[in-house]
T-cell receptor
Framework: GQQLNQSPQSMFIQEGEDVSMNCTSS?????WLWYKQDPGEGPVLLIA?????ELTSNGRLTAQFGITRKDSFLNISASIPSDVGIYFC?????????????FGKGTHLIIQP | NAGVTQTPKFQVLKTGQSMTLQCAQD?????MYWYRQDPGMGLRLIYY???????DKGEVPNGYNVSRLNKREFSLRLESAAPSQTSVYFC????????????FGQGTRLTVV
């Protein structure tokens, strides 16, 4: 299946720092989504991006849909302890289709006191 | 406001045993999905159902069967469990066929010994 390259794999940061993570693909996607997963829970949607070049914010989170449609990034400003978790990017391939989303392997965010 | 409900939350099986994972959604979504999540692998699509009465294979369907019982319910069956099927299983649903803004259940942690 298609692969999304998500980086970094893990991040160890201090509370208050800004965070940046990204996803790249060799394929074009029509939609990019960013999810967060807390321990023992299912992924929860944070931000959805539908147009190339689109920049969308949700509180301290900002995500962008790359102009080439092959990448996306997520920034978290002024991190707080509840930001800890696994962040997944997901792409919906061009042309749609009911076979769901392709997920990156996740970025583990760990905040050190 | 239940969203997507999965049962059971935890299960231990012996090799060769069978079981069915249940999933129900109350959002009147057309599409439903089963994913498995393994360490370092992200989320991989097992089977999906674009609409009531249809099911299709995803990226990793071997060893599994599914049933879209009605619009609300989508079950995943392991006929003869194998240790390689030890994983966390997530059911998801979305309004559109494309899987945009999929909503996830809390997961079923399955161990096959």
């Amino acid at each position: 299946g298609q692969q999304l390259n998500q980086s970094p794999q893990s991040m160890f940061i201090q509370e208050g720092e800004d965070v940046s993570m990204n996803c790249t693909s060799s394929s074009i996607f029509n939609t990019w989504l960013w999810y967060k997963q807390d321990p023992g829970e299912g992924p929860v949607l944070l931000i959805a991006l539908y147009k190339a070049g689109e920049l969308t914010s949700n509180g301290r989170l900002t995500a962008q849909f790359g102009i080439t449609r092959k990448d996306s990034f997520l920034n978290i400003s002024a991190s707080i302890p509840s930001d800890v978790g696994i962040y997944f990017c997901a792409g919906l391939k061009s042309g749609g289709g009911a076979d769901g989303l392709t997920f990156g392997k996740g970025t583990h965010l760990i905040i050190q006191p | 406001n239940a969203g997507v409900t999965q049962t059971p939350k935890f299960q231990v099986l012996k090799t060769g045993q069978s079981m069915t994972l249940q999933c129900a959604q109350d959002m009147n979504h057309n599409s439903m999905y089963w994913y498995r999540q393994d360490p370092g692998m992200g989320l991989r699509l097992i089977y999906y159902s674009a609409s009531e009465g249809t099911t299709d294979k995803g990226e990793v369907p071997n060893g599994y069967n599914v049933s879209r019982l009605n619009k609300r319910e989508f079950s995943l069956r392991l006929e003869s469990a194998a240790p390689s099927q030890t994983s966390v299983y997530f059911c998801a649903s979305s309004e559109t066929r494309g899987g945009t803004e999929a909503f996830f259940g809390q997961g079923t942690r399955l161990t096959v010994v």
